[in-house]
């Protein structure tokens, strides 16, 4: 059985980066892709840039806001055949710095948006796939969500809180016929890492190795994948070790300054967008 030809998937935060690449591999692969995003000049540009690609159709959408992620998932069912088959929660922001540093609007946009948003989706979709006894949620969380590092406190914890909702909601809902995954890439060559300067030791994968995870995991349902594939288990082992060996290991990878000595300058448009992540923007 395919799992994604002739089937509706609603795709947030996809007018850029990971959630694109995603909208287009699953176009690639026959779906009815319909994607969401906050900021309407950038969607309908995604929307042009993907229509050669198969059905596709866009949405404003502002996933922490209850009734606007409704209204999304309504517009997502009318464009298909009435139902939502597959919900991608992509949306997300990281602001990366000093602990301290961050701004009360800044915690709460990252809160807001990389959790309440990921809950807003479930609980909006799992209805209906349970009464079907059928249906797919993946949820974009991150390597962070195993292990964290510094300057990344804020957007760890809500990635650590999107796999543990991820974990649990996928034990709860399995015997009522709905898969539930979560999609943990490491640093991703986005605007998400502006202004950072990875060592080699972290090499960033590209979206569109991202997106191939997700049309893995669609075709192989598991609850957690990584990307890379080992990155998982390593992040785990490294998790296990001692506070000493943690924060050598770190120090020998430069995970214990990636995000916290940036290039401040080009790295501010990315952090006042993750500061005010919230709301419809229709204007550019």
């Keep these: 059985m395919d799992n994604i030809r002739g089937k509706t998937i609603a795709i947030t935060g996809a007018a850029r980066g990971i959630g694109l690449a995603t909208a287009t591999a699953l176009l690639a692969r026959g779906a009815r892709v ?22 596709v159709s866009g949405h404003p959408l502002d996933v922490t806001d209850r009734e606007s992620f409704a209204t999304f998932l ?3 069912r009318a464009d298909g055949d009435g139902h939502i088959d597959v919900l991608i929660n992509n949306a997300g922001v990281m602001p990366v710095g000093p602990f301290l540093d961050q701004t009360p609007q800044t915690i709460r946009s990252a809160t807001e948006v990389n959790f309440y948003g990921v809950i807003n989706g ?16 993946v949820n974009i ?3 962070a969500g195993i292990v964290a590092v510094p300057g990344q406190a804020l957007y760890a914890g809500t990635k650590f809180a ?5 974990t649990a909601l996928a034990d ?23 202004g950072t300067h990875p060592s080699a030791a972290q090499k960033p994968v590209e979206p569109e190795d991202v997106a191939a995870a997700v049309v893995k995991v669609l075709d192989k349902p ?20 001692p506070d000493g060996g943690r924060r050598w290991l770190n120090k020998k990878t430069s995970n214990d300054t990636v995000f916290l000595q940036f290039d401040a300058a080009a790295r501010q448009a990315y952090e006042d967008r993750a ?3 919230t709301g419809v923007v229709e204007d550019d």
């Design 34 to 55: 319909v994607i969401g995003d906050r900021e309407v000049h950038v969607l309908d540009a995604a929307v042009k840039q993907l229509s050669s690609r198969g059905q």
């Design 74 to 76: 309504d517009k997502a």
């Design 122 to 137: 479930c609980q909006l979709v799992l209805p209906e796939m349970v009464k079907r006894r059928s249906g797919r949620i």
């Design 141 to 143: 969380a991150s390597m």
């Design 162 to 166: 999107v796999v543990g909702l991820t």
């Design 172 to 194: 709860e809902f399995a015997p009522q016929g709905v898969t539930i995954s979560g999609v943990l890439p490491t640093f991703t060559n986005t605007e998400l890492i502006s």
């Design 222 to 241: 598991k609850t957690l994948v990584s990307v890379p594939g080992f990155g998982r288990r390593s992040a785990m082992l490294l998790s296990l070790l």
């Design 275 to 277: 500061q005010h992540a």
